[in-house]
Every structure is written in C-alpha cells, then in structure tokens.
C-alpha cells in the first residue's frame, strides 16, 4: 500500500526557534522526495528536493533516511513568514512503475508567533 | 511568465450536470497533473500524463475523465458530477528528471474551487 504519513502538528512555535518535521514512507521503490509549502488557500510551491546526501538551503535542512524510510525537513531561526503547512511528497520513478505518479503526505501545519 | 492557468477558479454547478476545467501551462513542460485537496484527506492525484495522448490513473480517477491532445493543455472533465466531487482541484506541469522520476519542481496552478449541488 502506497502510504507517505506526516506529523500531523500542529507545531505552533515562538519566533527564532528550530523545528523539525519527519515524514515516512512505506514504498522502498521510491526515488524522488520533495517538501512543498502550501499557504493558507494557495497552491502548493516546491520548498526544495532532497538528496541523498542531505541538502541545505539558507535555514533549511532536508535529509533522507532510505534505510529506514523516511525524510525530514529542519527550519532553523523560524520566522512569522514560514507559517504554512508543509507537505512531504514522494514519487516512485522508473523503478516504481508508475513513474507520474505521486503520492503526498496530509500535511504539517507550522504557526510561528511573535 | 512561466505559470499554469486553471479556468475557471471558482464553480457552482447541479449534480448531473457536465463540466470542464480547463488547464494549461507556457514552459513545454511534458509531465502534467490534476489533484484534488480535501480536508483531512491532503492532495490526492486524479490523472496524469506524461506526455500528449499518454494518461493514466492516479489514486483516486472514479468520475473523472482527462485528454492530452496538446503538450499545453490538460484539461479534467466531470461527466456527471456528484456532491462527493466539492473540493479544491489543482492542475500541475513538470519537466522529468534523469533519473525518469520527477526531479524537478512542479508547477501548480491557483487551484479551482468546485462545489456540486
């Protein structure tokens, strides 16, 4: 069963703080793993892809974990502009079979108050 | 601008009665996509294609039809809607990567928000 699960928060947390989200996987075929941030009754955007190595961008982290099947995503120095909800989205490639098809978490609703 | 056009964003249609939405994206890109959001339930994929007359299901199809006759355009037909289809639909474009997955960002539309009587 194709299945990407996510805290599911909310995390709500003071300005300047370190949060972190974790989402697992259960299809070991999977290729590709992505957060994307949603604003409220917006659409999705595509926060950053993440690597094998790990991957930083400014106060970002994410980090994947194949071995035990799943992805994290750390904020550092949180600010009022980074709430949102935050989705963990997995796509299987070539490998998988069904290589358009992908699979997105619930969600983790993020609320940083000053 | 590169962007992706979902038309129309907002809908009030009578169960029974059929519809279109309309989406189409300016960046040749070959891979698109439909997804509809619920509460609880998250974005979920309708269809996709991966390229033009190249469909297929994604998780959840049942009522739904799609046709790809242009690289640009994906539009989503509901035959014969029903009040189970009210939800927040999102059209979305990609290039592929070289692994043969999607390696690169998706680009969504502002979303059309369906409501079936």
């Known amino acids: 069963r194709k299945e990407v699960e996510q805290d599911p928060g909310p995390f709500n947390v003071p300005e300047g703080a370190t949060v972190a989200f974790n989402c697992t996987y259960s299809n070991s075929a999977s290729q590709s793993f992505f957060w994307y941030r949603q604003d409220c009754r917006k659409e999705p955007k595509l926060l950053m892809s993440?690597?094998?190595s790990g991957n930083e961008d400014g106060r970002f982290t994410a980090q994947l974990n194949r071995a035990s099947q799943y992805i994290s995503l750390l904020i550092r120095d949180s600010k009022l502009s980074d709430s949102a909800t935050y989705l963990c989205v997995v796509n299987m490639g070539i490998y998988g079979g069904s290589q358009g098809n992908l699979i997105f978490g619930k969600g983790t609703k993020l609320s940083v108050k000053p | 601008e590169a962007q992706v056009t979902q038309n129309p964003r907002y809908l009030i249609t009578v169960t029974g009665k059929k519809l279109t939405v309309t989406c189409s994206q300016n960046m040749n890109h070959e891979y698109m996509s439909w997804y509809r959001q619920d509460p609880g339930l998250g974005l979920r994929q309708i269809y996709y294609s991966m390229n033009v007359e190249v469909t297929d299901k994604g998780d959840v199809p049942e009522g739904y039809k799609v046709s790809r006759k242009e690289k640009r355009n994906f539009p989503l037909i509901l035959e014969s809607p029903s009040p189970n289809q009210t939800s927040l639909y999102f059209c979305a474009s990609s290039l592929f990567g070289l692994a043969g997955g999607l390696s690169d960002t998706q680009y969504f539309g502002p979303g059309t928000r369906l409501t079936v009587l």
């Open positions: 993440v690597y094998s």
